[in-house]
């Protein structure tokens, strides 16, 4: 279930429209495409990551819809990120003002921005290191909170706008900070 990275450029260069036409044409393979064009490939889930994630998303959405503060995004949400990259994290979330900013196109595509908060959960096949670039990618282009969870090494780590990394072993929750104000995540089933 590893993501398979594909380099088109001698071949084709994807205009951002034509990236986008490729995954409407192709609903049922999710695909990225890092700022230098490269196209990633991402295979399904397995069923612990897919359990795994269902129960961290539920978790932002209830608190999403008790505060109406933004908006919450699984992982099949496409974000056409400022460096040019098109990128969709297992979780993302924005204020209300930013959602409503948007057209009502530019809502049903790829949304054009980065999201305040991402996360991403690494599955048994992903790598750390291209996450964690990965995740570097969200900060440069205005994440402002992110999270790198990895079960298997029982470790996150938190990025935070201006500040280095902290890695962080076995945390119980997590806090939203000041981006998801009064947001705590419940972590201890993915330790047990």
């Not at 699984?74 to 098109?86: K, M, R, V, W």
């Not at 909170?145 to 298997?152: E, K, R, S, T, V």
């Amino acid at each position: 279930m590893t993501a398979l990275t594909v380099n088109l450029d001698r071949v084709i260069n994807f205009s951002r429209a034509q990236f986008h036409a490729l995954c409407a044409a192709n609903p049922d393979v999710k695909f990225e495409r890092n700022a230098t064009g490269e196209l990633i490939i991402m295979a399904p889930t397995g069923g612990e990551t897919g359990r795994q994630n269902i129960k961290l998303a539920t978790q932002l959405e209830n608190w999403n819809d008790r505060t109406g503060l933004g908006v919450a995004f699984d992982s099949s949400t496409g974000f056409s990120l400022p460096n040019g990259a098109d990128r969709s994290p297992d979780l993302a979330w924005i204020p209300l003002e930013r959602w409503q900013s948007l057209s009502q196109a530019e809502r049903r595509g790829f949304l054009p921005l980065c999201p305040d908060f991402v996360l991403e959960l690494l599955s048994p096949t992903d790598s750390w290191l291209k996450t964690q670039l990965k995740m570097q990618e969200y900060m440069d282009n205005g994440a402002r909170l992110g999270w790198l969870i990895d079960p298997q090494a029982k470790q996150v780590g938190i990025y935070r706008q201006g500040r280095p990394v902290e890695i962080v072993a076995s945390p119980q929750t997590l806090s939203g900070e000041d981006v998801l104000l009064g947001f705590v995540l419940h972590l201890n089933f993915l330790w047990e």
